[in-house]
């Protein structure tokens, strides 16, 4: 099987976003990068694939110079060889161009199943996925949890508000994994130490030949809303702590 | 010139759904600024008779498209008929909702139509003629003004978050072309939650417990007050990787990003990324004993002392009140 996992660099869930006082984005300063954490699932799901069906699994990766540890941590994860999509013409690259330089890489490549995460946790827009999956041609499975292999097609549950989703798609075909489709695995030593000579691909813009003009384009950043300070409810036991919570509820906030 | 707002309704099982209401009214109020039309696109197995409940929240025209292939919804079927209206019909603006298909189906569309997307929005509004896209990025930890360089301008909107405000028009019906193609996916089985209780991302009360619940049991106090408030549980990561709370319950930013009117938190101690998840909440309420847990710094209302002391109390007192 050919399988090709999309991974993005993004800032660990425990970072603090400073604003740029002049709303152009987000200070970079002190930030550490990590993989996309849907990305870790889809990277997993490629590699039990891999592992059951044989084949191999290709990493691909639009981002700045940094963005090679992740594809790196990808292929100590055990992924084979990797791609990775660099050029500062992408700095300001909207969902839709990366879509489009993926799908640029990815045309080249044997594919049955290509994988992305569901959202990247820092952007937030969630469409990667099924942009890439309109610029193969392929159909989309996004937020999936649960993925079985049937040799011409893939069976997958994805659940939707108030209901679990079961289909079945032909290949090739794109997944977008959610939480709850396996365990990451972690890089081994041993890993790390082969994916230093596995292979990484560098190109650049101009050789995927594509255009890197964003439609949606952030124009200004902004710090969220500060909220008004709390009360902290008073009482002396408490059942009259959660009077007075319900008083406030209903009285002040008006929330029940 | 491309001219007007147009939704993209959902539906589901022959009923509209919250945010389909929630589009329409926040399509009128960005259309009259211009005083352009609001249409909207309705895909399904004869649904035609939903168009004139669009028309009470102020949708002029519907677009229906009929055929038993769009039912239940795939995306690909959606995503080509719901093009081609648009296409046809040159809408200056068009919303989505930020619902799991609608997220699903607006970024298939804006590939199609080779336009930007603002994805999750929480505000939008016209200034200098131009849709402006307030969102969260890094799950609500800032905020991005978006603007979209083509035609037509797409956003989806956070449920809960626009009100649905009736306003009525015409809702008239124009039945289009909606021939599919034959799909490459099947949905073999459609499995429903029996619990009857709405999902996290749409619901108006959230009753949330963490690892303070000690283990799955503990979660009975919060189903009965979600009870008594018509609410819905949650959960923090710790609760669900602890295997105590299905996946589908966890709150946070690797999990469901939730805007209820109101947030109680029980025992969560509001580490980044669960804050991340429920912020936008209009009101926080917080149980927690450590009086230093950092979800004290969201919250609205604070109490200080033992969940499972304050909780039965909270649901006597709640009884009366909505009684
Ligand atoms: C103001 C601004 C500045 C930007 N600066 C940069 C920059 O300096 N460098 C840069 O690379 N991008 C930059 N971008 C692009 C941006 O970070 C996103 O890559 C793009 O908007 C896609 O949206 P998302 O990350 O929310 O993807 P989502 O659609 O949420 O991602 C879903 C999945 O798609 C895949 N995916 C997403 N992005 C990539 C990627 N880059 N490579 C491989 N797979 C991916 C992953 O599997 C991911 O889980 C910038 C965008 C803006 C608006
Ligand atoms: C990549 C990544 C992604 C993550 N994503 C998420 C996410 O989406 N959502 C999420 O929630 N977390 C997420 N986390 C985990 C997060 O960092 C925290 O570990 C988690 O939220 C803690 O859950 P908790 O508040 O329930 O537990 P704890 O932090 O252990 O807090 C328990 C709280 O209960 C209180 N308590 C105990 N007993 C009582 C009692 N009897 N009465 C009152 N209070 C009591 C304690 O004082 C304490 O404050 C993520 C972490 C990582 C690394």
Redesign the pocket.
């Known amino acids: 099987m050919n399988i090709i996992a ?3 660099q993004v800032p660990d869930t425990e970072a603090q976003i400073k604003v740029k006082a002049d709303g152009s ?1 987000i200070e970079e300063g002190q930030i550490k990068w990590v993989m ?1 954490p ?2 870790e699932f ?1 990277v997993e799901e490629a590699l039990k694939l891999k592992e059951k069906n044989g084949g191999d699994v290709t990493i ?5 110079a940094r ?1 090679m540890e992740t594809i790196r941590t990808a292929l100590a994860m055990g992924a084979d060889k990797g791609v990775h999509i660099c050029d500062p013409a ?6 839709y161009v ?1 879509a489009n330089a ?1 799908a640029a890489v990815i045309k080249t490549l044997p594919h049955d199943i290509i994988f ?5 946790i ?8 099924a942009m890439l999956a309109e610029a193969l041609g392929l159909p989309q499975l996004t937020l999936v949890t649960k993925l079985e292999f049937a040799g011409a097609s893939v069976k997958v549950i994805r659940p939707i508000e108030g209901a679990q989703l079961s289909i079945e798609t032909a290949l090739p075909c794109i997944v ?1 994994a959610q939480k709850g489709l396996n365990e990451p695995r972690y890089a081994s030593l041993p890993g790390i130490m082969k994916a230093k000579k596995k292979p990484v691909d560098v190109k650049n813009a101009a050789a995927l030949g594509i255009p890197t003009d ?1 439609k ?3 124009a200004k950043t902004i710090p969220p809303p500060a909220r008004p300070p709390g009360k902290i409810v008073c009482g002396d036991d408490p059942a009259q702590k959660a009077a007075e919570l319900g008083r406030l509820l209903r009285e002040e906030a008006k929330a029940i | 010139m491309a001219k007007g707002v147009m939704i993209v309704a959902e539906q589901r099982d022959g009923a509209l759904r919250k945010i389909s209401f929630e589009l329409a009214a926040t399509a009128r109020k960005l259309a009259d600024q211009s005083g352009d039309e609001v249409s909207a696109i309705l895909l399904g197995a004869g649904v035609e008779g939903l168009a004139a409940e669009l028309g009470k929240y102020g949708v002029d025209k519907v677009f229906v498209g009929d055929n038993a292939a769009l039912e239940p919804y795939v995306t690909e079927a959606h995503a080509a008929v719901a093009a081609k209206i648009i296409k046809d019909n040159d809408p200056a603006i068009v919303l989505f909702g930020a619902s799991v298909q609608g997220k699903d189906l607006s970024a298939r569309v804006a590939a199609k139509l080779a336009t930007g997307l603002a994805t999750d929005c929480t505000d939008v509004k016209i200034d200098g003629g131009k849709l402006v896209c307030t969102r969260p990025m890094y799950a609500g930890k800032c905020f991005g003004e978006v603007v979209i360089d083509a035609m037509p301008q797409i956003a989806s909107l956070r449920p809960n978050v626009f009100p649905a405000a009736e306003n009525a028009k015409a809702g008239a019906v124009t039945k289009v072309d909606a021939a599919v193609e034959a799909q490459k996916s099947k949905i073999l089985e459609v499995q429903k939650d029996t619990s009857g209780k709405v999902d996290l991302t749409e619901a108006n009360v959230i009753v949330s417990g963490g690892r303070g619940m000690k283990g799955p049991e503990g979660y009975a106090i919060l189903e009965e007050l979600a009870e008594v408030l018509k609410g819905t549980v949650g959960a923090s990561r710790a609760a669900v990787d602890a295997g105590w709370r299905p996946q589908k319950d966890q709150v946070g930013q690797t999990g469901k990003v939730v805007s209820p009117n109101l947030y109680i938190a029980c025992g969560i101690s509001g580490a980044i990324q669960h804050l991340a998840g429920m912020s936008s909440s209009k009101c926080i309420v917080a149980i927690n004993k450590d009086a230093e847990a950092p979800i004290f710094t969201k919250a609205d209302y604070g109490v200080v002392d033992d969940l499972f002391k304050v909780v039965p109390e909270l649901t006597a007192v709640c009884k009366k009140l909505v009684a």
Do not use: E, H, M, W
């Not at chain 1, 992408?90 to 969902?95: M, R």
């Open positions: 999309c991974v993005k984005g996309n849907y990305d889809g691909v990766s639009v981002g700045p963005a992408f700095d300001n690259a909207d969902a990366i993926l992305c995460g569901q959202r990247a820092d952007d937030d827009a969630g469409q990667v996925g977008t964003a949606a384009k952030v």
